[in-house]
């Protein structure tokens, strides 16, 4: 069956600090990968995805994430993190091409805590 | 305006009673989704549907119904709530399959 694992439960930052969030995914085929955003008492938002093509993408507010495809991993970074990135990040894959039923798997999430 | 909204934002009940959730999306998305924030918040997928067709039904237990009317809302009902059905429950669409999913800000059950 699929699975996502993030590593990280709890990572607390100094602001300014650099982030990476890990996480690896368990499909052999072709895949669509996300990564959301959850700010306290919010909804997700999306900050970043990954279809097909240059490895390396950027989202917004300054997050990046690179798919590496032979260790299954897609790491969220961000050089930089500010009090404001307080939240719940979770990633997540969903199985491209014709199999696709739109059907997102979670990781378990990170909480990341940036004191200021 | 909202791109997928869900009524109510709390919802707070007892043991045995029937409840909904309502979902309407303004996004002209073909599919919509809901899926279940445990304590932990971890996420899973409940249901989905595309077109008011039924395509994805996890393992969820047959006191949970979804339901479309149209395209554009996706209802969940709830029959003889339990305590294990706290959760905020999370509406999504999405114009394909393969297109991210745009969440609605989630209604909080409290099972009493």
């Known amino acids: 069956a699929q699975s996502v694992s993030q590593h990280n439960h709890h990572v607390i930052l100094s602001e300014a600090a650099s982030l990476e969030l890990g996480c690896n995914y368990s499909?052999?085929?072709?895949?669509?990968l996300f990564w959301y955003v959850q700010y306290p008492g919010q909804h997700l938002q999306l900050l970043l995805k990954?279809?097909?093509?240059?490895?390396l993408v950027k989202g917004i507010k300054g997050f990046e994430a690179e798919f590496i495809k032979s260790k299954f991993s897609f790491n969220l970074r961000k050089p930089s993190v500010q009090w404001s990135d307080t939240a719940e990040y979770f990633c997540?894959?969903?199985?491209?091409?014709?199999?696709?039923?739109?059907?997102?798997?979670f990781g378990q999430g990170t909480t990341l805590q940036v004191k200021p | 305006d909202t791109a997928v909204s869900q009524t109510p934002k709390y919802l707070v009940t007892q043991m045995g009673n029937d409840k909904s959730i309502k979902c309407e999306q303004n996004?002209?998305?073909?599919?919509m989704y809901w899926y279940k924030q445990d304590s932990k918040k971890f996420l899973k997928i409940m249901f989905s549907y595309n077109n008011k067709e039924l395509i994805i039904n996890e393992t969820v237990p047959n006191r949970f119904s979804p339901k479309s009317p149209d395209k554009a809302h996706l209802n969940l009902h709830i029959n003889s709530l339990e305590l294990g059905d706290s959760a905020v429950y999370f509406c999504?669409?999405?114009?394909?399959?393969?297109?991210?999913?745009?969440f609605g800000n989630g209604t909080r059950l409290t099972v009493t």
């Open positions: 990954y279809f097909s093509g240059d490895p």
């Open positions: 999504a669409s999405s114009p394909s399959y393969n297109s991210p999913l745009h």
């Open positions: 996004l002209g998305h073909d599919t």
């Open positions: 499909y052999g085929g072709t895949v669509n």
């Open positions: 997540a894959v969903n199985p491209g091409g014709s199999s696709n039923t739109g059907k997102l798997i």
